[in-house]
């Protein structure tokens, strides 16, 4: 592939920002939801422990009313442990009286359990969510995570409190959900921005190498136009001399040459001095000003204007290239392309102004070589 190496660099920086963004931004996202989860299972579940401590406090004045509100209360959290938040019974002494794990009735909760008198009493999704990577850094992952209380609810009229605990190693594995699915979003997404960009860039590349055929078509187009315009500028010229060279003349030559003048008077400074035509190799006007410059370099003035000059000229070896320019044919060194259909003038010697023919006498000049 001609630009492989140009999409290798591309699908290399594509992933590396990928990877990059997804390391960055993943802990903010999965801190972000994990927090919002949190503040939300917490405030559900406050008030779930507030009308259980109602319900309970309703049947505990009852005969046998306590041992009815723990079986009630058993069966209800059966099957809650696997919740991030549940609820158990404990009574006054730390006894634990109910709890969807069976194995723990009748045992004392641990002093270490209790979680709210290290966080103020206070609370909220973002102080669980700093307590459960804390506790993660500095498990060794061998045993099971234990849960956490954090709030207290007390049933009036009893000994009994519904204890609201953290199930850590729930919220452990929901927050390893989050990741996942966060870093999943990051690869499709990452996925699709590489394909779009690569197609993309195929279709630009596409275009612009398209455009840079046709340019190099229309340069080489030139070249060849360019190539075809000297020759015809060398041949025009061993033509002319031919023609010059040559004693015999017809009827049709010997009637301009009648009103082609073969020297031109000129001043160089207060000195009258005729030039030949054929030493002339360009006459050019500047600040109304006629200057004539000779083959050898040379440089002097003349009181007509160019286009009394001109029309004095023989125009097989002369030729307008402007306003301001007249040029010899056998000064011409060279043609070249000039903006986007202009032509510009090479002398020898070499012009003091620049020689350029418009694209309007473009053509006139292309048949004036040509005949």
């Known amino acids: 592939m001609k630009n492989f190496r140009f999409y290798f660099y591309v699908t290399i920086s594509v992933i590396i920002f990928f990877i990059l963004l997804s390391v960055v931004a993943t802990p903010l996202v999965v801190k972000n939801q994990t927090t919002q989860f949190l503040d939300h299972q917490i405030e559900a579940t406050r008030q779930n422990a507030k009308t259980l401590a109602s319900l309970c406090g309703t049947f505990f004045d009852e005969e046998n009313g306590k041992n009815r509100v723990l079986t009630g209360v058993q069966k209800g959290i059966g099957n809650s442990f696997e919740q991030p938040i549940f609820n158990s019974v404990i009574d006054w002494?730390?006894?634990?009286?109910?709890?969807?794990?069976?194995?723990?009735?009748?045992?004392?909760?641990?002093e270490d359990e209790a979680l709210t008198s290290r966080i103020d009493n206070i609370?909220?999704?973002?102080?669980?969510?700093?307590?459960?990577?804390?506790?993660?850094?500095?498990?060794?992952?061998s045993s099971a995570r234990p849960s956490n209380i954090i709030h207290l609810e007390l049933v009036p009229q009893s000994d009994l409190i519904i204890a609201t605990h953290l199930n850590i190693s729930v919220i452990e594995t929901i927050m390893n959900d989050y990741a996942y699915q966060t870093?999943?979003?990051?690869?499709?997404?990452?996925?699709l921005a590489l394909l779009c960009l690569l197609m993309t860039t195929r279709v630009l590349s596409s275009y612009y190498d398209a455009?840079?055929?046709?340019?190099?078509?229309?340069?080489?187009d030139s070249v060849v136009n360019l190539n075809k315009l000297n020759t015809s500028l060398e041949k025009y010229q061993k033509n002319l001399q031919d023609l010059k060279s040559s004693p015999v003349e017809t009827a049709q030559d010997n009637k301009p040459s009648e009103a082609v003048k073969q020297r031109l008077l000129t001043y160089v400074r207060n000195e009258l001095v005729p030039i030949a035509v054929e030493e002339i190799a360009y006459i050019y006007v500047e600040n109304k000003i006629t200057y004539l410059v000779c083959r050898d370099g040379k440089r002097s003035t003349s009181?007509?204007?160019?286009?009394?000059?001109?029309?004095?000229?023989?125009?097989?070896?002369?030729?307008?290239?402007?306003?301001?320019?007249?040029?010899?044919?056998?000064a011409i060194s060279k043609i070249t392309k000039y903006g986007n259909n202009?032509?510009?003038?090479?002398t020898d010697p070499i012009s003091e102004v620049d020689i350029v023919i418009g694209k309007n006498k473009a053509a006139q000049f292309r048949q004036w070589l040509d005949l």
């Open 93 to 110: 002494s730390g006894q634990i009286l109910a709890h969807p794990d069976i194995t723990l009735l009748d045992t004392a909760i641990d």
């Open 342 to 346: 202009a032509l510009k003038i090479q």
């Open 183 to 191: 870093y999943m979003i990051f690869f499709i997404t990452g996925l």
């Open 303 to 330: 009181n007509e204007s160019l286009d009394q000059i001109y029309s004095s000229l023989d125009q097989r070896a002369f030729f307008r290239a402007n306003r301001q320019i007249i040029v010899s044919i056998q």
């Open 123 to 141: 609370v909220t999704g973002e102080k669980l969510y700093e307590y459960v990577i804390d506790s993660a850094s500095e498990s060794d992952g």
């Open 211 to 220: 455009q840079i055929a046709i340019k190099t078509t229309k340069i080489e």
